[in-house]
T-cell receptor
Framework: KNEVEQSPQNLTAQEGEFITINCSYSVGISALHWLQQHPGGGIVSLFMLSSGKKKHGRLIATINIQEKHSSLHITASHPRDSAVYICAAPLANAGGTSYGKLTFGQGTILTVHP | NAGVTQTPKFQVLKTGQSMTLQCAQDMNHEYMSWYRQDPGMGLRLIHYSVGAGITDQGEVPNGYNVSRSTTEDFPLRLLSAAPSQTSVYFC????????????FGSGTRLTVV
């Protein structure tokens, strides 16, 4: 079982819809990362969360450390939001140090139609 | 400030050939790592480095070598390319802090025929 699980794997929406992508993890982490990858493109960091909620434009990320669960929300979705969204957690040793290593969810392919 | 620079962007190799994927960062980040991205498998860690002169293996290290002679550069070497190494490769860097984010390169799409 992967240490980081995402759902859904594929998501199709109409422009303007509210979108939620979920991420569950089985390891203790210091922070959870949400990443975005456009088709054929590089990986861009959207959020790093250790508690609570963060907002950037139409994107909102939340995390519940006790439940080991995070969500990424997109309000008023737009076709330019079509991308793969990936959650990632640091691979930490027993002492809690990750040494820059990440473990990733499988990614959620989001397609927003006009 | 260029961030993380990967070269080349695309490469086609024949089975058995060797090559080096370059990764350079200008942010003075201590941590650097290499990942490969395959359909249905997500991103997996190949090798990582915590500083100049210090490297270690990740989840899928076989067939790859790394070195870190400077803080800025972390090249990934394919010793004898195999079709199973066809993938998209990403380099990433971060600081030696638990609350610090990651910067990724733009990726190298490698095809081994």
């Amino acid at each position: 079982k992967n240490e980081v699980e995402q759902s859904p794997q594929n998501l199709t929406a109409q422009e303007g819809e509210f979108i939620t992508i979920n991420c569950s993890y089985s390891v203790g982490i210091s922070a959870l990362h949400w990443l975005q990858q456009h088709p054929g493109g590089g990986i861009v960091s959207l959020f790093m969360l250790s508690s609570g909620k963060k907002k950037h434009g139409r994107l909102i990320a939340t995390i519940n450390i006790q439940e080991k669960h995070s969500s990424l929300h997109i309000t008023a979705s737009h076709p330019r939001d079509s991308a793969v969204y990936i959650c990632a957690a640091p691979l930490a040793n027993a002492g809690g140090t990750s040494y820059g290593k990440l473990t990733f969810g499988q990614g959620t392919i989001l397609t927003v139609h006009p | 400030n260029a961030g993380v620079t990967q070269t080349p962007k695309f490469q086609v190799l024949k089975t058995g050939q060797s090559m080096t994927l370059q990764c350079a960062q200008d942010m003075n980040h201590e941590y650097m790592s290499w990942y490969r991205q395959d359909p249905g498998m997500g991103l997996r860690l190949i090798h990582y480095s915590v500083g100049a002169g210090i490297t270690d293996q990740g989840e899928v290290p076989n067939g790859y070598n790394v070195s870190r002679s400077t803080t800025e550069d972390f090249p990934l070497r394919l010793l004898s390319a195999a079709p199973s190494q066809t993938s998209v490769y990403f380099c990433a860097s971060s600081r030696q802090r638990r609350d610090y984010g990651y910067t990724f390169g733009s990726g190298t799409r490698l095809t081994v025929v």
